[in-house]
């Protein structure tokens, strides 16, 4: 694979993991810090305390805080800021994009009050970037293992599966194995729905209610997911697949997720102000909730597991008691969610 040039846009635990990685193998990376302090300490010691100590950062990889220098001359641009923050830190860029650039979203999370997916936001401030070259690096990839080389799996979702595979052969390493879909609607909801699923998740942990709580969590969960990505134009199978199931399971399981960590703080009685305070780290799951919910509102689709978190979060229902509604809903079909209608535009 000959090197291409990548310009890392956020230097979080995810963006310092795959700076890492690329330059592991053989690309030309440039990192990029908001804050210059924390630029200089990742220069000056090659390491990201505050966010991945694990790894070493390779002397290869440049690292600035100014962003312009960072994307200058670069083939690929890769965002891992929070997903609140791209389009602010995006729109600066949109006089930067090349004709040839690849934009690759890894932020997962659906954007309040525009209700876009990171990859429509990024359409939206870089309008001169060819969309079909606009995509995600998705799948179930804690940042911890993946600086460890732990053997991980992902999927590049683009519209133009060419993309799509020019994105998988940069990314793909001995022990980072990456697949293709054209399905980025599928790839981007089940992405940052589950972040979603996975403060439900942590909630029943921290309330203790076991083993098949958890189980039925997930597996309804998946359903809640793709009842709304049908009605949103994915396809059914991409829920089965890494951004689905995948990311699924591994944070609503893993000791390494955020999400599932809040939310069991919030399940031992904790408020959300109190259980966010306890790291700096991006908590995805909160803001995505209220923006889930609004698409729920407005597609129709019936999402009773948001429903909750969002009342827990925002309403201040005793988790205890959400559990109780949860479990005594109406009586349903199992498989009902492959019968969603796609949505017409019409609000429900
Ligand atoms: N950590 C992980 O294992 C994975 C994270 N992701 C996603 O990657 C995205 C980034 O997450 P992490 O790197 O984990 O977050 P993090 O919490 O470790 O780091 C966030 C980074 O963004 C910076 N930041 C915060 N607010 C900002 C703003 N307004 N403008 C510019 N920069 C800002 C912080 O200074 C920090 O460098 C999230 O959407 C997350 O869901 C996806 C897969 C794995
Ligand atoms: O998306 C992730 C793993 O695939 C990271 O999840 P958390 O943000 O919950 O740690």
């Not at 979603?196 to 098949?212: K, Y």
């Not at 969590?217 to 009842?227: D, F, K, P």
Request: proline share 4%.
């Amino acid at each position: 694979m000959t090197p291409t040039r990548i310009a890392v846009l956020g230097a979080g635990s995810w963006g310092t993991a795959l700076a890492v990685s690329l330059a592991r193998g053989g690309h030309a990376v440039t990192l990029w810090a908001r804050r210059e302090d924390a630029a200089a300490a990742i220069r000056d010691t090659r390491r990201n305390a505050p966010y991945l100590p694990e790894a070493e950062v390779p002397a290869s990889v440049a690292v600035t805080s100014d962003l312009g220098a960072a994307v200058n001359g670069a083939d690929v641009w890769l965002v891992a800021v929070p997903s609140q923050s791209v389009r602010d830190v995006m729109a600066p860029l949109a006089d930067c994009v090349a004709d040839r650039l690849v934009v690759v979203s890894v932020a997962k999370g659906i954007e309040t009050d525009t209700l876009l997916t990171t990859s429509g936001v990024l359409r939206e401030v870089l309008p001169t970037a060819d969309p079909d070259r606009v995509g995600v690096l998705y799948g179930p990839s804690h940042a911890e293992e993946v600086a460890l080389e732990k053997p991980t799996s992902v999927v590049a979702a683009f519209s133009d599966g060419r993309i799509a595979s020019l994105v998988q052969q940069v990314f793909m390493r001995p022990a980072l194995r990456v697949y293709t879909n054209t399905d980025l609607v599928g790839v981007e909801v089940g992405g940052s729905v589950k972040n979603v699923m996975a403060v439900a998740a942590g909630m029943a942990d921290g309330l203790g209610l076991g083993d098949n709580a958890k189980a039925a969590l997930v597996t309804r969960g998946l359903a809640e997911i793709t009842r709304l990505g049908l009605a949103l134009g994915a396809d059914a199978h991409t829920f089965a697949g890494l951004a689905g199931l995948g990311d699924l399971v591994v944070t609503c399981f893993s000791r390494h997720s955020r999400n599932r960590a809040f939310g069991e703080r919030v399940g031992r009685g904790e408020t959300r102000a109190e259980a966010l305070g306890h790291s700096t780290m991006v908590v995805e799951g909160v803001r995505t909730t209220e923006s889930v919910r609004q698409l729920a509102d407005r597609t129709g689709v019936e999402m009773p597991i948001t429903e909750a978190v969002h009342a827990i979060l925002f309403d201040g229902l005793d988790p205890a008691a959400a559990v109780g509604q949860l479990m005594e809903r109406d009586p349903k079909l199992e498989a009902a969610h492959f019968d969603t209608p796609a949505f017409d535009g019409t609000e429900a």
